[in-house]
């Protein structure tokens, strides 16, 4: 017998998970990437459909926010198979972000089920603390981060363990 009831939290398990800590990349986390990213755009707004992993505006469409969003339709398959239903019993899942000044952000989970049935998340705020340009970088600051890896890479590779120095031990009170 379906249960309805597992599927209420998920809109907010799939809010959770985007903004996780899990979901980090390069420079920052998915809140990071969305207020860099619009504030580089000048953007307030930001739909994001999950099932047909479409990103409005088009501009968006970055790796770190395309890579993250393909892996919550596996969410959404997994807990529905669990509530007892079948893997397309959600027909659509959209996230409504709205970005304000301050750095924040927040999130609206919305999923329609597949008897028109809507789930909605509560409003998720989040905010930003990684301040970096997503867009238009020059070709001198894309020069100059190559470099850093490839410094730190020949480092560990020519000192190996040593190059981070010896781990040490606190004696816990």
């Known amino acids: 017998m379906a249960r309805r009831k597992l599927l209420n939290g998920l809109p907010n398990d799939l809010v959770d998970s985007f903004f996780s800590t899990l979901r980090y990349w390069e420079k920052g986390y998915m809140s990071d990437w969305i207020v860099n990213s619009s504030i580089d755009l000048k953007v307030k707004k ?10 409005t505006p088009k501009d968006f469409e970055i790796k770190p926010i395309s890579y993250n969003v393909a892996g919550l339709e596996s969410i959404i398959n997994k807990v529905t198979k669990h509530a007892g239903f079948e893997s397309n019993f959600i027909k659509q899942a959209v996230f409504d972000i709205e970005i304000y ?3 924040q952000l927040k999130c609206k989970a919305t999923l329609i089920g597949e008897n028109g049935e809507i789930f909605d998340s509560k409003e998720y705020i989040e905010k930003s603390y990684e301040a970096f340009k997503v ?22 590779f020519i000192l190996g ?3 981070f120095g010896k781990l040490s031990y606190t004696k816990r009170l």
């Open 101 to 103: 000044d301050n750095r």
């Open 46 to 55: 930001v739909h994001i459909d999950i099932l047909n992993k479409k990103i």
């Open 135 to 156: 867009f238009n970088r020059s070709l001198i600051e894309k020069g100059i981060e190559i470099l850093k890896k490839k410094y730190y890479r020949l480092r560990v």
């Open 161 to 163: 363990r040593r190059a």
